[in-house]
């Protein structure tokens, strides 16, 4: 932001640098005014079209209101039947959008558990030791977010039906292509990477002769890493699984060709629906969709700002 | 009072050619304090921490009262090490920090409680209990971690660099602190440093070591008054060297031939005398040389000389008052003492 903000020389008059100093405070007001709506607008629209009824041009904001569009995706009994036991009969039924929602959480949260057991000691690996080929190993590390994930995808799915098909001969059913496990492991690829970074910055800041002082006190490698390892890398963790989560949370292609459209995560039914042109309901599909984001980043705040060593991990990144 | 024998110890770093300490042989006594010392990188902070079994040797061994301990890991191994810049846990108040070690082993709060009140007195930080590591000074930080390690009552402990980070008057305060409680507690204590000063005002007994090999294992005094090497009497700051060969009772050097009641070694080619013994000369006295001041330098308690005696250069401490005495360019007479020449042995 203070890359537009004209700088003032030095031999300027102090009327003139207050002058300046003045623009300056507007251009950084207006940058964080436009940031805002570039975020917020469309936010709104997804309230106002989730919420509208026949919202057409020109009016500026909807004349009308309904929840046709929250009934048709079963959330909620029709006009005049909204009873408590029509809403409890409707949502044991579990309506599509709650168990897509269910199933894009418990991956999200299992690709981050797994991808964190992967990525702690290879982060703590490229942290910490030096050895031979360690800028390989990282390039490799960063290729996912190089590489196009239908490059990748493509060839594992292949593989995984090759897979699949190869031990169904041996009578063990495997199933990863079409499988919920199988877009898990595809979900990790995309997901490492940033595991991997966050935490191998968190562990450059971080001293290990503390581990060893705790060891030379008497403590034993579990205690050592849940007394001194653990509440070092806190932070760091949580931010990489933040990224962890909303990275599975987000992806649509590999759900999709690994799932073979027998795995219907959130994102793959706010695709469908935003073919069938229903802008109600892919509204609320998008809200429901932002939800968790929003609310994870509102608890993650706290770690995100300040001083605390989870900076360290966003400068590798 | 535990006994720390170290017999042909050795490591190899898998990068490096040369062995980071070779060949090690040492016997601390019970209840001594022992300082390693050595320039950056001679090995000595690897010594350390495999007697305290951070790190495994390459070969040879370690004994603690004549049993090898190398197959003890190091936390149960009681070689307790406080590291150079104190590593207090950061997320644990000052007592819990103290208490950690014993509640490793699994002793009683009240216990632990009591303790730990105990040591932090004897540290001089009473009351500091729930104090927070940030909170306090650097060389509080050093007696919170001093007492940490202290409250378990190691067989050894390890100490790194215990007085380097702290400045001057802290030296000393904590220098005194480490020798009483050392003394009281009778605990075998071995310290690393680079500081030849920090090891002759503390440690009973210096083991000298450059190059990962043991040069000279002595009393402090003795580095000054006998070093075993040229390089050792540079290190503890000898500067006056003079080549020439030995006989009988004298040496004769490029400056002159001296007297010296002192026996060197067999292979004897160098003559030294430390700065602060050379004295200006009376008549009538021997083992004299005459030269020119080059240069003079007053350094408030006392004078630094440079005097050149034919093209070498003789350096002296005298007292202040040299200065009032003689000017730049003045010719002056110098008196090495017999009995504090001391011959190396030639390189």
């Known amino acids: 932001m203070s890359d537009a903000a004209p700088t003032a020389s030095t031999n300027v008059s102090a009327r003139d640098g207050n002058v300046g100093a003045a623009v300056r405070k507007v251009i950084f007001y207006l940058t964080i005014a436009f940031m805002c709506l570039m975020l917020v607008l469309p936010v709104i629209a997804f309230f106002f079209n989730a919420f509208a009824f026949r919202w057409f041009y020109p009016q500026f904001i909807p004349k009308e209101w309904s929840l046709q569009a929250w009934e048709r995706l079963d959330l909620i009994p029709p006009e005049g039947e909204r009873t408590l036991a029509n809403f409890i009969a409707l949502w044991l039924e579990v309506p599509d959008a709650v168990s897509a929602l269910w199933l894009s959480l418990s991956i999200g949260a299992v690709v981050t558990g797994i991808s964190i057991l992967i990525g702690l000691p290879a982060a703590r690996a490229l942290g910490l030791y030096r050895f031979r080929g360690k800028r390989i190993v990282e390039f490799m590390i960063i290729t996912p977010t190089i590489v196009p994930p239908i490059a990748f995808s493509l060839g594992l799915n292949i593989n995984f039906i090759r897979w699949d098909l190869a031990l169904a001969d041996a009578g063990i059913p495997l199933d990863l292509a079409g499988s919920v496990v199988g877009v898990a492991i595809v979900h990790l690829v995309p997901v490492m990477p940033y595991v991997v970074l966050t935490l191998s910055g968190v562990f450059a800041n971080y001293n290990a002769d503390f581990e060893a002082q705790a060891r030379s006190l008497g403590a034993g490698p579990i205690r050592i890493f849940f007394d001194v390892t653990f509440p070092a890398i806190l932070p760091g963790l949580f931010v990489a699984g933040l990224f962890a989560f909303l990275v599975s949370w987000s992806q649509y292609l590999l759900t999709f060709l690994i799932g073979q459209g027998r795995v219907i995560t959130l994102p793959m039914l706010l695709f469908s629906a935003a073919g069938s042109g229903n802008n109600a309901v892919i509204a609320v599909l998008s809200l429901i969709f932002i939800a968790p984001a929003v609310l994870i980043l509102l608890v993650a705040s706290r770690y995100l700002s300040g001083d605390s060593s989870a900076v360290g991990g966003f400068g590798r990144v | ?347």
């Not at chain 2, 690897?46 to 190398?70: C, H, N, Q, V």
């Not at chain 2, 819990?96 to 070690?101: D, F, S």
């Not at chain 2, 001041?293 to 070498?312: E, F, K, M, N």
């Not at chain 2, 009032?324 to 020449?341: A, C, H, M, S, V």
Request: with cysteine; aromatic share 6%.
């Open chain 2, 1 to 347: 009072m535990t006994h720390l024998a170290i017999r042909g110890l050795s490591k190899v770093y898998a990068a490096q050619a040369a062995p980071a300490v070779d060949d090690l042989d040492l016997d601390i006594e019970s209840g001594s304090l022992t300082a390693l010392l050595g320039p950056s990188g001679c090995g000595k902070t690897t010594t350390m921490k495999m007697i305290a079994g951070l790190l495994k040797p390459t070969t040879g061994d370690i004994l603690f009262d004549e049993r090898s301990i190398l197959s003890i890991p190091p936390e149960r191994r009681g070689a307790v090490m406080v590291f150079q810049n104190h590593l207090l846990f950061p997320y644990m108040s000052i007592a819990q920090n103290v208490g950690y070690g014993l509640k490793m082993r699994r002793m009683e709060r009240a216990e632990i409680d009591r303790q730990v009140a105990e040591m932090l007195e004897l540290v001089r930080l009473p009351g500091m209990e729930d104090r927070r590591p940030k909170e306090l000074s650097g060389g509080q930080q050093q007696r919170v971690a001093l007492a940490r390690a202290l409250v378990v009552r190691p067989k050894i402990l390890l100490l790194d660099e215990p007085l380097s980070n702290l400045d001057a008057h802290l030296r000393f305060e904590m220098r005194d602190l480490i020798r009483d409680i050392q003394q009281q507690m009778g605990i075998t204590t071995v310290f690393v440093t680079h500081d030849q000063e920090e090891a002759v005002v503390l440690a009973d007994k210096i083991a000298l070591i450059f190059d990962g090999r043991l040069q000279q294992y002595d009393k402090p005094l003795a580095f000054y008054e006998q070093p075993s090497s040229r390089r050792i009497a540079a290190f503890f700051g000898g500067v006056n060297f003079f080549t020439g060969t030995q006989d009988g009772d004298g040496f004769t050097s490029t400056i002159g031939r001296f007297s010296v009641t002192r026996d060197g070694p067999a292979d004897g080619g160098i003559l030294t005398i430390r700065p602060e013994d050379v004295r200006l000369s009376e008549d009538g006295e021997t083992n004299t040389v005459s030269g020119t001041i080059d240069s003079q330098v007053y350094v408030g308690t006392h004078a630094r000389l440079r005097v050149t005696v034919d093209d070498h250069t003789v350096n002296v401490v005298a007292d202040a008052d040299v200065m009032k005495r003689y000017g730049q360019g003045d010719r002056i007479t110098l008196q090495f003492p017999e009995n504090k020449l001391w011959i190396l042995p030639a390189e």
